[in-house]
T-cell receptor, first 114, second 116 residues
Framework: NAGVTQTPKFRVLKTGQSMTLLCAQD?????MYWYRQDPGMGLRLIHY???????AKGEVPDGYNVSRLKKQNFLLGLESAAPSQTSVYFC?????????????FGPGTRLLVL | AQTVTQSQPEMSVQEAETVTLSCTYD???????LFWYKQPPSRQMILVIR??????QNATENRFSVNFQKAAKSFSLKISDSQLGDTAMYFC?????????????FGQGTILTVHP
């Protein structure tokens, strides 16, 4: 039982390049989330999914797209990376969206956009 | 909308002593939950403790306890008998108890260093 895993762990991009971050969970959770962490700002929700085939915008969705084609995977895409997207990205999952359910986080992906 | 504020960017404590991390929040809802998450140097976010707003009793988890002051909208974390492994960034967070789809609102974080 690996929990929540993220690929890659670290990536350097040039402005304008594209990439996809992969999140995988093996807990059969319905809900999945993508957050970004910036110094002095805590974690902010980018997009989330309440089940396979569904996605919704969070607090800071601009510049990102997501897909949930399989229940266990949640992909975060950057079509044209910008320096403002330099951040640490965290994926999380939970069995339901209820507050009494624990959200389990992945180890994070550090992204540097030059 | 919910907001969470942590006004202590950094704190330090000696091993075996007690430390309290502060958090204030704002919400217009009556049904909500509050959380403390720990992020050690490995970056893995770990849930430390959870408090349901409608419960008057403060939550405790081993050496971790909270002081939940609902009227003051304050939610502090007390760590007793601090250990070196408690060194981490701690985040306070809130979530609506209703249809929130699990959306957490985080504070800015407090870096805690435990000295030997």
């Amino acid at each position: 039982n690996a929990g929540v895993t993220q690929t890659p762990k670290f990536r350097v991009l040039k402005t304008g390049q594209s990439m996809t971050l992969l999140c995988a969970q093996d807990m059969n959770h319905e809900y999945m989330y993508w957050y970004r962490q910036d110094p002095g700002m805590g974690l902010r929700l980018i997009h989330y999914s309440v089940g396979e085939g569904t996605t919704a915008k969070g607090e800071v969705p601009d510049g990102y797209n997501v897909s949930r084609l399989k229940k266990q995977n949640f992909l975060l895409g950057l079509e044209s990376a910008a320096p403002s997207q330099t951040s640490v990205y965290f994926c999380a999952s939970s069995r339901t969206g209820l507050a009494r359910e624990t959200q389990y986080f992945g180890p994070g992906t550090r992204l540097l956009v030059l | 909308a919910q907001t969470v504020t942590q006004s202590q960017p950094e704190m330090s404590v000696q091993e075996a002593e007690t430390v309290t991390l502060s958090c204030t929040y704002d919400t217009s809802e009556n049904n909500y939950y509050l959380f403390w998450y720990k992020q050690p140097p490995s970056r893995q976010m770990i849930l430390v403790i959870r408090q349901e707003a409608y419960k008057q009793q403060n939550a405790t988890e081993n050496r971790f306890s909270v002081n939940f002051q609902k009227a003051a909208k304050s939610f502090s974390l007390k760590i007793s008998d601090s250990q070196l492994g408690d060194t981490a960034m701690y985040f306070c967070a809130s979530m609506s108890g209703g249809t929130s789809y699990g959306k957490l609102t985080f504070g800015q974080g407090t870096i805690l260093t435990v000295h030997p």
